[in-house]
């Protein structure tokens, strides 16, 4: 009875640990974290977002009004954080894969907040 408990516990443990490095490890797939932000490429702008201590990484991004934005979400991004908000330019997207992206064109100069759908990870945008 108790080798059947121990490895009851040795089973849910082993669960454990591998779910944790599963959520907190990146594959090579996907962009770089960071590696975009705010590049040109050519007809837009893209910006790649990844998570640092709990939040959005690079936590502002700059960039240029007039000019498409595509946003991309790196796979070290989970859970609500993969819902991004930018009230400001119509923006409340789930963006399932790193290949996927949100893209709009900012039409007025300044400086707004972006976050997850439920608030816990924010985030600036400077629209010069």
């Known amino acids: 009875m108790a080798k059947s ?3 009851a516990w040795l089973i849910v443990f082993a669960v454990v640990i591998g779910g944790f490095f599963y959520i907190t490890s990146g ?5 770089t974290p960071g ?8 007809d837009f702008q893209k910006v790649t977002l990844s998570m640092k201590n709990y939040n959005y990484f690079p936590n502002t991004i700059t960039v240029k009004e007039g000019t498409p934005v595509r ?6 991004i989970s859970g609500c954080y993969r819902s991004l908000v930018i009230r400001n330019f119509g923006i409340n997207q789930y963006i399932k894969t ?3 992206y949100v893209e709009f064109t900012p039409d007025k100069k300044g400086t707004f907040r972006f ?7 924010t985030g600036t945008l400077i629209v010069e």
């Open 5 to 7: 408990n121990v490895l």
């Open 115 to 121: 976050s997850c759908s439920m608030g816990m990870g």
């Open 71 to 76: 946003i991309y979400l790196d796979n070290s």
């Open 27 to 31: 594959s090579a797939e996907g962009p």
């Open 98 to 100: 790193p290949s996927d």
């Open 35 to 42: 590696t975009d932000n705010g590049s040109n490429d050519g």
